[in-house]
């Protein structure tokens, strides 16, 4: 890969389209992409030929967005349970879901939004899985490259992901 700034300017908006699949958020999207676009540029003497620039670019967006995860569910890491010695009440005691439920999604933004919501609520495995091969035209082969994951399981996931979708996106699909 000789022309870095060229490839960045090529495949900067692909790379929001998956990490905005990825996280759902279109700000988080962007610090994932901005994040893979300097690890392209620290990296790119290191690119492997034997990926295409663009399965390249899908396994550091899935590399870094793993890694925000695991920073993310670190922080969240707190006691439910109040402490009885505090005499206060626990996050458990006061837990409301901030998330809309999927009807309001799908009324207050429309198709769109219901199915971003649909895919955020799949394991990550699996939104990947769903997104590389579904939404990103991979095929099961390459998909299963940039996960570096055997083909089978990709499968399994994108098997699971759209079974998982299909439900929880039915009352969009009976409208039609």
């Not at 034997?50 to 925000?68: C, G, K, S, T, V």
């Not at 999927?102 to 919501?117: C, H, I, K, L, S």
Request: charge should be negative.
């Amino acid at each position: 890969m000789e022309d870095v700034r060229g490839f960045i300017e090529k495949y900067t908006p692909q790379a929001y389209v998956m990490a905005f699949r990825l996280t759902g958020d279109r700000s988080q999207a962007w610090d994932l992409v901005q994040n893979a676009m300097l690890r392209v540029l620290k990296c790119h003497e290191r690119y492997d030929p034997a990926y295409q620039p663009e399965q390249w670019l899908h396994q550091i967006l899935r590399n870094l967005f793993i890694d925000r995860l695991r920073v993310e569910a670190r922080r969240r890491e707190t006691p439910l349970e109040a402490d009885p010695d505090e005499g206060r009440l626990g996050p458990s005691d006061t837990l409301v879901d901030p998330e809309a439920r999927p009807d309001e999604v799908v009324a207050r933004d429309g198709d769109r939004d219901a199915v971003q919501a649909a895919l955020k609520e799949l394991p990550v495995e699996w939104r990947m899985a769903v997104a590389l091969v579904d939404l990103e035209g991979y095929s099961y082969e390459e998909a299963s490259r940039v996960l570096e994951i055997p083909a089978s399981t990709l499968g399994v996931y994108v098997f699971r992901g759209r079974k998982k979708l299909k439900q929880t996106l039915a009352h969009l699909m009976g409208e039609r």
